[in-house]
């Protein structure tokens, strides 16, 4: 009986580990997925200020 129960406990012990495991790799993707945004939005503000700055100097 002791056998079963340590088996039993041993394998919840697995799940929870597993399950926080897949967490992490979850909120890996997010960081990951935020930074490329905040790269993209960056790249973009900054074509738009040079097409800004180009526009002003065109016109001079």
């Known amino acids: 009986m002791r056998n079963t129960s340590d088996f039993i406990q041993y394998r919840k012990e697995q799940l929870e580990?597993?399950?926080?495991?897949?967490?992490?790799?979850?909120?890996?993707?997010?960081?990951?997925t935020a930074r490329l945004k905040r790269k993209m939005l960056i790249f973009t503000v900054g074509i738009s200020g040079l097409s800004l700055l180009l526009s002003v100097f065109r016109g001079r």
């Open 17 to 32: 580990l597993k399950q926080k495991q897949l967490e992490i790799l979850k909120l890996r993707e997010e960081i990951t």
